[in-house]
Each structure stands twice: as structure tokens, then as C-alpha cells.
């Protein structure tokens, strides 16, 4: 019998900027998708700025630089591996003071480095399932890049963990993964063409299509005086709805007094998708104050360490929560990021099953609300999630309302509603500070009949037999409720290896 997942909690996303250099050393591999979605990612809290760093780029750049030829452009597409997904090049003089360093966290002076100076422009391309190539074009030499990296020698190559530093015979230093280190069939014609419009109007741009190839999302991410990114999904109604509800929220916030949203600018697009554009600070005040308050008021990221919630959110999902409000918007069905009734410092994500005022009644017949039986119909008999070594659950489908949901339980065990056992005392979260909490409340009996105060909502785990929630630990207030689960934007499985099929999608 599975039991109560230890390493439950939430974190936020807590990548610096400059980019710390362990990322650096990886090329920020795993937080590719952060990296493309700078702006979005700055802001909401995956790579927010401390005070004292460089988080204001220094002054926009007078003339935008000048773009490379339409030849060279078409090369590096036509040169990248197999089934690449995001292209991107950069070129120094594109990103305002130039301050590629700054941006990357490569540690110049240690390695005695003129960074702006020994680079021309940088390309990159990312394909399934975890594959990156580098192309570090101009004068830096291999040496100077293993130094930046901080590679070692491993059979007559340089390797900076599973990246390796070779010359390019053309000229520059190539950075990749083993399987993306010859020159391979090339970019689908279309993402090709899109970054070759993209570099047309600035000098730093990427593009990419994420998600499943048969509902993918476009994107589009150009620098000039702002950083400026573009999301859509054809045929597909979700990005533009996602973009109506961030400006509803950014609206509201600024309604409210909120301070340091003036650079930022969130637009729906109509019919399938959103704008987001970022002036860039020239004020160090301003550029701190910005995420923080976008991380306050309208959106901030986390990232999921456990199961609770599978197969809804999984291990490695990286998620957007909206912040507008929660407390006043949050209803039933919804998934919620909240403080810990019995230690504010914990964050969890679960769903909400019932508000203030309702009876909740969980036994072996399933669960009801208000006397009335919430449907449950199983769905798949043996339901295997990845990375979860190979244990076999029921899937069941939950109907809350209008919504609709899946929950996991053990093959033959009761109804998806019912009690499990139950759960050992929480251990430490992998970056928690402070003790570790003892179990609080006391364990769920044989059957459960609560009654839920007014301001309360009541939670479980959608992975029923393995989450810690109000069976154990009563009721949440709702002003401790910090947002609600919006889209899954990036996901990695245990392996460290991209799941694209996760990627934009809405948490329901």
C-alpha cells in the first residue's frame, strides 16, 4: 500500500538572475523553456531578482543591432538536429549594455574573458526529448568556454556534465549534448521561417513550438527596448482566455495601488493567444520591484516535488498560479496553492472539494457533499504514471459540478473518496527551512463527517491514498489560500528529460 509522499510540499521557483553557475554549467538545460520565457519567468518568480544584483539591464541600446545575414540565419535552421522544438540566436549587441555575461551568470573576469567583446552571436537550438546544441560564434576558444562553464577533461574533449565543448569548423565553439553534436536534418520549415521574421526585427529572438505536436503552442520572444513574448495556440481558445485573465488581474492589481506594474504590459490576442511585453528598467528600483509585485498580485511560478496531485499535476510539472484574488475567487474543483494550516511556512496544492458552509462525508460508499453523492466512474483499471515505478492504479473520473477530474486509488481498494491510511509525519521539503513539522491534526477515522466553517474550504489530493490534506489537517482558511493552479508551461520526468506533452496544459 502506497503511503503518504514525505517530500509533499510546495517551493516556489527560485532561479537567480544572473543565472546561478551550476545552471550556467548546464546551459540551463533543464530550465530551457525558462530561459526562452524570459519575461514571464523573470516575473513570476523563476528567476526573480534579489536587490543588489543586476537585474536592471543597463539602458536600452540607441539603434537596435543590425540583423545577420538571411543566409546565415537559414544555415543555422537548416544545420539543427532532429525534431528541434525552439530556436534561438542572440547577439550581444541586441541585449541592452550588451551584458551577455550578465544575462548567462559566466563568471568572465575569473577566466579572463571579455565576454561582449569575444562574441558575435550565440544560436541555439532544443529538440525532443532532451537534446541542446550551443553555437557559440567569434573569438572565444575552447579553452576560454570550458573555463566559462567550468568543464573537465574527459578523453580528449571538455565536458561540462552532459554537455560537451568542441570547435566548430567554421569558426566558434559548439556546446552540446552528445546526440545534437553533429550538424542534423534541420528545423521544420515553418519554425524557420518564424525566427527568421523574428530576427528581422531584433537581433535576439527565439521561437518555438511547445506542447503536443497535434495542439502545439507557438512562441515568439524578441528584445529590443522591452522584451517582448508572443503566445498562441492555434485552433485552441486557452492562451487567449489565459491572456484576458492576467490582464484582468494586472488591471485589478494597479485598481488597487500596487506599485511596480508599470512596465509591464499583458494583452489577449484573439482568437488563440496573449502578448506580454516588458519595458526593459533602466532603474535598479524599478527592475526589483516589478517581479516582486507581479509575484504579489498577478502571477508566480512553483514547481511540483510530489505525487498528491497526479495525475492532475505531477513530479517535475512547473506550473503558473494566479494570484488575483484567490481567496475571493477560489470554488470547488479548483486546484489551489496554499500555506499550511499548521505551519504557514509549508506551502501544499490541492483541490478544493467543498466551501464554507458545506458538509463533507467521506466512507466507504465514496464521498458526499450536502448529502448528495459525488459521482465517481472508473475510467481505467490499470493506470500506470511514468516514473513512478510501475505501480498500478485505478483511474477514476470525479464529477464536482461542471468539472470533471481524475483521481487515483490502489486496484480493489474502496471508492475514490474513501479515507486512506493513515499518512507518517510530513518529512523535510528538499529546500524547506526551519524544523521539520510533526504530524499535525489526527488521522481520518473509518468514515469522516465534517462541517466546514464560513471562510474554509475543504481539500484533498486528487492521488487519494497518497496525499496529506483536510482529512488529516481539518479545513484551510481561505486567507491562506496564495493562488490557483493555471497551466503547466514546463515539465521534466525523473531523468531530467523534457515531457512536451505536458506543456500548456490548463490544470483542471
Known sequence: MRTFDAEERWSREASPTPIEAPCARRLCGSSMLASVLAAVHLLAGCAGSAPGSSAALGPAPTTPAEPHPVED???????????????AQIDPKALPAGNIG???????????????????????????????RADILGSLTIEDVGCLLEAEPDGGRLRAG???????????????????????PGANVALARRLDQALSRSGAAAVADLGPADAAIELVA????????????????????????????????????????????IVAAPPDGLVMRVKIATDAALA??????????????????????????????????????????????????????????????????????????IDA?????????????????????????????????????????????????PAPSA????????????????????????????SIDAKVPRGSVYVL??????????????????EAIEGIAAVIYFSIDTNGLSRWDRIGLPVR
Request: glycine share 12%; with cysteine.
Open 73 to 87: 540565419r537559414r544555415t543555422f535552421a537548416e544545420r539543427a538536429p532532429a525534431r528541434t522544438r525552439l530556436l
Open 102 to 132: 550578465a544575462v548567462v551568470g559566466w563568471d568572465a573576469e575569473r577566466c579572463g574573458v571579455d565576454v561582449e567583446k569575444s562574441i558575435s552571436r550565440v544560436q541555439i537550438a532544443v529538440a525532443e526529448p532532451a537534446e541542446i
Open 162 to 184: 552532459p554537455l560537451e565543448i568542441v570547435a566548430l569548423p567554421r569558426g566558434g565553439v559548439r556546446v552540446a549534448t552528445p546526440r545534437a553534436l553533429a550538424d542534423g
Open 222 to 265: 524578441t528584445v529590443t527596448d522591452h522584451l517582448e513574448a508572443r503566445l498562441s495556440s492555434p485552433g485552441r481558445s486557452d492562451a487567449s482566455l489565459a491572456g484576458a485573465r492576467l490582464a484582468e488581474a494586472l488591471a485589478t492589481a494597479r485598481q488597487d495601488g500596487a506599485a511596480g506594474l508599470e512596465p509591464l504590459e
Open 288 to 361: 526589483v520591484a516589478t517581479p516582486l509585485a507581479v509575484r504579489r498580485h498577478v502571477i508566480e511560478s512553483f514547481k511540483v516535488p510530489s505525487g498528491s496531485m497526479s495525475p492532475t499535476v505531477m513530479p517535475g510539472d512547473h506550473l503558473f498560479v494566479l494570484k488575483d484574488r484567490p481567496g475571493e475567487r477560489a470554488g470547488r474543483g479548483d486546484v489551489i496553492v496554499f500555506r499550511s494550516p499548521a505551519d504557514p511556512r509549508q506551502r501544499f496544492i490541492k483541490r478544493i472539494i467543498a466551501t464554507g458552509g458545506d458538509r463533507v462525508q
Open 365 to 413: 460508499g465514496g464521498l458526499r457533499i450536502n448529502g448528495r453523492q459525488v459521482p465517481s466512474e472508473l475510467v481505467g483499471a490499470e493506470h500506470v504514471i511514468p516514473g513512478d515505478g510501475g505501480h498500478p492504479y485505478e483511474l477514476w473520473q470525479e464529477t464536482l459540478g461542471e468539472r470533471r477530474y481524475p483521481v487515483l486509488r490502489p486496484p480493489g481498494g
Open 419 to 446: 479515507p486512506g491510511p493513515a499518512p507518517s509525519a510530513p518529512g523535510p521539503a528538499p529546500s524547506a527551512s526551519g524544523p521539520a513539522p510533526s504530524a499535525s491534526g489526527p488521522a481520518p477515522s473509518a
Open 461 to 478: 489530493g486528487d492521488n487519494r491514498d497518497n496525499s496529506y490534506d483536510s482529512r488529516h489537517f481539518g479545513p484551510v482558511p481561505v
